[in-house]
């Protein structure tokens, strides 16, 4: 898989895909994640991605050329199956639209930033619009960071243990049931004694009964 990160704040990204998992995925050749300054773009010598918006009003508006300039370049060396824009008003991202995202082979991705992009941008090139929650952040980074990484941990190959992403909370609809490991009591609080009975099946079902109780409780939502 490929991942083209468009930004006008590209050492943003950086420390992000040099650590843990992330880095790991690249360096085995699983994902190449490839970060774009918009600036890169620009035609005029301040290299400027914004301006003010038509009509008036508070806030700076991204400029269509760099945008169109940057992805076209990129569209002109392989065919990519989504340019996905981050942007609060988006649909809101669950693991189903992650899932699906991660069986795709090439994906750009473009952060907005300011008052977001001139609207031309989403009619013209975007063919999908995600956003992380209902909170406005400063800048669609983080939120394109996130979006990779539930992405990018998906990949065969990518954890260590093939059943770990299967098992994450979401996954079926439920969350994910509580986990111990040592010591076995710790300060008179033990484990529950069916996780050290060795006992595979009755595990199992342990579990799942505390996924299903943990979603009743906390998001019964899920369950409709
Ligand atoms: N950019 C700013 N806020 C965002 C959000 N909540 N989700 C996605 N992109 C964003």
């Given at each position: 898989?490929?991942?083209?990160i468009?930004?006008?704040l590209?050492?943003?990204?950086?420390?992000?895909?040099?650590?843990s998992i992330l880095?790991?995925?690249q360096?085995?050749?699983?994902?190449?994640?490839v970060?774009?300054?918009?600036?890169d773009?620009?035609?005029?010598?301040?290299r400027?991605?914004?301006?003010?918006a038509f009509g008036?009003?508070?806030g700076?508006?991204m400029?269509?050329?760099?945008?169109?300039?940057c992805?076209?370049?990129l569209?002109?060396e392989r065919?990519?199956?989504e340019?996905?824009?981050?942007?609060?008003?988006?649909?809101?991202?669950?693991?189903?639209?992650t899932n699906?995202?991660?069986l795709r082979?090439n994906l750009?991705?473009l952060?907005?930033?300011?008052?977001?992009v001139?609207?031309r941008?989403?009619e013209?090139?975007i063919t999908?619009?995600?956003?992380?929650?209902d909170?406005?952040?400063s800048?669609?980074?983080?939120?394109?960071a996130?979006?990779?990484?539930?992405i990018?941990?998906?990949?065969p190959?990518v954890?260590?243990?093939?059943?770990?992403?299967?098992?994450?909370?979401?996954?079926?609809?439920l969350?994910?049931?509580p986990?111990?490991?040592?010591?076995a009591?710790?300060e008179?609080?033990r484990?529950?004694d069916?996780?050290l009975?060795?006992?595979?099946?009755k595990?199992?079902?342990?579990?799942?009964?505390?996924?299903?109780e943990r979603?009743?409780i906390?998001?019964?939502?899920l369950?409709d």
């Open positions: 898989m490929k991942i083209d468009i930004t006008c590209p050492r943003l990204l950086d420390s992000f895909f040099a650590h880095q790991r995925a360096v085995g050749g699983y994902v190449e994640v970060v774009h300054d918009l600036r773009y620009t035609a005029d010598k301040h400027r991605v914004d301006d003010y008036g009003g508070a700076m508006v400029q269509i050329e760099p945008i169109a300039r992805i076209r370049s569209q002109a065919p990519y199956d340019v996905i824009y981050m942007t609060p008003d988006g649909t809101r991202l669950n693991q189903q639209t699906a995202l991660s082979q750009i991705i952060c907005g930033h300011y008052k977001g001139d609207e941008v989403r013209l090139f999908k619009e995600i956003s992380i929650g909170y406005v952040l800048g669609g980074e983080l939120a394109a996130v979006l990779s990484d539930a990018i941990r998906l990949l190959g954890l260590n243990d093939e059943t770990s992403a299967l098992t994450d909370s979401f996954q079926d609809n969350l994910a049931p986990v111990y490991t040592r010591p009591e710790f008179g609080h484990v529950p069916i996780l009975s060795g006992h595979e099946a595990i199992d079902e342990w579990r799942h009964e505390q996924a299903l979603t009743r906390r998001r019964p939502d369950l």
